[in-house]
């Protein structure tokens, strides 16, 4: 399985959709109006995904994003407000990144200059919540093929083995999972692929209902963070 898709909730995905995209320099995928993508290097790539739902949500994000700043950081944030974004107080207090929120009010960061963002392109880092970040990486790390790399003390962290592209940072909660994550992942499976439900189980991964009738299964990570497996691609 390979890291595919970051998706977020939307009540107007096209709007949000424009919005990342630009904030990134994100590419139109064709016969796709959904998402957009983000090459990294190589072969290497994310998709940025929007579907709607009909309300916003009410509780503090678990997966945000933290975009590349470092001695831009200013300009990069003058962009982004140009763009849509808006400043946001989430209780951070005097930290050396920005908060801002995208036009649906999901707060993301825009950091500091860090020796560990080499090479990541746009997207930084994804810091997730986890109630065990030791237990959690050692699950993301089988279900994306990510690999250990140096990151924040505290924070158990992955990467993509080409060491390109964010940092997975596994950070610990403040609070535990308790409402459906407004942004999650996508892993898809290759058509070689023979990670099935009970290698996923094995694994601390727990299903979900929501996806009958789809070419996918959502399910939950140990510290219940949905995801979605994504059925193997059609050639």
Not at 22 to 51: K, M, N, T, W, Y
Not at 115 to 140: H, N, Q, V
Not at 159 to 184: S, W, Y
């Amino acid at each position: 399985m390979h890291l595919e898709n970051i998706v977020w909730d939307a009540r107007e995905p096209g709007r949000l959709r424009r919005f990342w995209a630009a904030a990134l320099a994100a590419e139109a995928i064709p016969d796709d109006d959904d998402c957009s993508r983000l090459h990294l290097g190589g072969d290497v790539r994310l998709d940025l995904c929007f579907q709607p739902v009909p309300d916003a949500p009410s509780d503090p994000p678990r997966l945000h994003l933290d975009l590349l700043g470092g001695s831009r950081q200013a300009a990069v944030v003058d962009e982004l407000l140009a763009l849509g974004a808006t400043h946001a107080d989430i209780g951070q207090g005097d930290v050396p990144w920005v908060v801002l929120a995208d036009p649906e009010g999901n707060p993301f960061c825009v950091m500091e200059e860090r020796s560990e963002y080499r090479a990541t392109g746009p997207i930084a880092a994804l810091p997730l919540d986890s109630a065990d970040p030791d237990r959690d990486a050692a699950f993301w790390a089988a279900v994306t093929g990510w690999v250990p790399a140096d990151g924040t003390p505290g924070v158990r962290t992955l990467r993509h083995p080409a060491g390109v592209g964010p940092l997975l940072e596994l950070c610990p909660e403040t609070a535990p999972h308790v409402a459906k994550n407004r942004i999650h992942l996508d892993v898809r499976r290759s058509a070689a692929d023979d990670t099935g439900e009970d290698a996923l189980l094995a694994l601390g991964a727990r299903p979900l209902d929501g996806a009958a009738g789809r070419p996918w299964v959502v399910y939950a990570d140990p510290s219940g963070n949905e995801f979605c497996v994504l059925d193997p691609a059609r050639e």
